[in-house]
């Protein structure tokens, strides 16, 4: 119990994403009984980091990107639902609790055209998995290398199944004393020393299912031989049918990938191997599948092309230079395909400012917790070595951007429909001389604006006790070069773990999906040849926009950005500009030459029929560059903006919340060691419910779901 007479520790917090959001909530639960008083400082007008939304014209959602949650999230849901409930908005509200919100989403697929160029696309509908994610009262999941296999196993037995129907296979196990008919069964299958049927192929993953279920049945060389038997048997039974079957060919990619998985797991002795996943991550993951006996046809699949694609796994945003570490591909692909709850992926009703960090935010001032909107963190000083050992965070610099009218405190939000949400724009009218900085297309969110009306320094002691740095992992040699001229690891962390820039493109249109050519109905699809690999289907979101005329169908593109490995200096006043106007190039193009394999209907003899784009005023004229510029693009390449890569090696640099460098400070990011070292929303949670056990040892590192996985 808290001494009352004790103040409260002062956390300053740097940034506005989801890892800050989570170590704000954290630190300020009830139950910590007000120990920890919080300021979040933000750069800018609102919160969100590389998740931030905002409602432009005609209350249209802009979005940094294409934002999408997995099943597997169960940190991001568990504190997103925890969120709501302490929200408690009105039942009539249309986003009311967390499921008004999120919608299951189990439709995914890729662009994978027949072998004879017939354009095709590989949709996979993934049935609801038990429950829904983040369960406040179901039991954290905790899955072991072994229980992997096992469902490995399970979906393996599925797809072999579905590949050949004409044998009539039972699928049903037979009930046996395990202890006899086991060895009976396994001394008959390896005598066989190959696989003929696929009744045979069945009963062999039965078997290997077994000795990983329990060890002690058999010795683990016979499990290693099924699984080699089974590679056998797909690769001579059904590679040679995959030329004339291209359903066929996609079940065999996936079945030759998930027998790589297992096999290389075996021999890489991931079951038992102290550092799990991580044991492997030198290696890129197409590496690691090559070294283990993938075919090549599994590995330069549409289906792993997809997996690269989701997470902007090429080297600065260059498509030719694919890069991803296998260890932390692989962990969190099996999470991803095996762990899902509830659906594969949620889509949000809303934006992800207004679905996320709206509540957050108001949850979070309802707590006490305050928010200095507009300022830019500019440095942080350390002690002199002879101060103290472990040194400390002495003074934290920043530029204030803009003043308050009145000196009041900002108010971020705005009412669209009785819903709190976020501006595209700072709310002018609420800063001194808002209009003429309005005129003047001042960017508070641009690394390279540097506008400011005054410094401030906030001292250890006299401002705050410890300081939680949340920026995104671009941002950090710009304001922690103290710490990486100190310390070899942090200089180490930002030379080899990398980023690189994003863009995305979003077009309102007045025909339906179905009347542009698309017949599959709402997908998530990547794989798409152009400027732009990924599309989805939003239009569900039109319902929470005004329009003057109503859009039919709404799609967002996303995609790497290719850009030379370090942005350029703070002197380079036209950089994002000049990348901006790239874009817009490139968006043309793409649609003119490239979505017709998707919309056939959208593109005539002259390229994509342009007067299909719905602006938000109404305005239905002008050429195919002025009615575009009316839809919503953006790069993010300012610093803090650039999504965090994995490539081989990178992980063993990262820093976690959990190392204390300095006794004051921790830190927050998808960027940091989590426990998911890969960019999303889900590492990002990680890393914040650690950053706030590094202060207050809460939440127990056990209730951190996945952190103790492989």
Known sequence: MQDNTDPPIRVAIIGGGCASMTTAFELTRPENEGKYQVTVYQQGFRLGGKGASGRGPGNRIEEHGLHILMGFYENAFRVIRECYTELDRDKSSRFADWDDVFYPDPVTGVKDDHADGTPSSWLSYFPPGEGTPGDPDAPIQAFTMDQYIIRAMQLIEALLVSARRDEGVDTQEQPMNLNVAIMERLSRILRLSQLGTVTAAVEAVHLARMIVESPALAPVQSLHRLVDMLGAFVNSQLHALVDRDTELKRIFEIVDLVLTITRGSLRSGLMTHPDGFDSINDLDWRDWLRKHGASELAVNSSFLDSLYNIGFAFEDGDMSKPSAGAGEALRCAVRAFLTYRGSFFWKMQTGMGDAIFSPFYEVLSRRGVRFEFFHRLENMCLSEPEECDPPQIVELEFDVQAKLLQGGEYSPLMDVDGIPCWPSQPLWGQLEGGQELEEAGVDFESF?????????????????????????????????????????????????????????????????????????????????????????????????????????????FCSSLKTPPEPPGRDDLDYLRRYSGQLLGESEQYLNKNIGQVWPKAIDEDGFRWDVLVSPDGMETGTASQRLASQYMRVNINPTDRYVLFTPGSSRFRISPLDYDVSNMTIAGDWTNSGLNVGCVESAVMSGRLAAHAISTRPALEDIAGYDHP
């Open 448 to 556: 390279w604006d540097r506008t400011s009306v005054g410094k401030k320094s906030l001292k250890v002691g006299d401002d705050f006790d410890a300081v939680v740095l949340a920026v995104g992992l671009g941002e950090v040699p710009y304001v922690a070069g103290e710490l990486i001229d100190r310390f070899p690891h942090w200089q180490l962390m930002v030379q080899k773990v990398k980023t690189c820039a994003t863009k995305a493109l979003q077009i309102w249109c007045n025909e339906s999906v179905e009347e542009l050519g698309w017949k599959d109905g709402s997908v998530n699809l990547t794989g798409i040849p152009g400027a732009f690999e990924t599309w989805a289907d939003m239009s569900h979101l039109i319902d929470d926009e005004q329009f003057n005329e109503k859009p039919k169908s709404l799609a967002y």
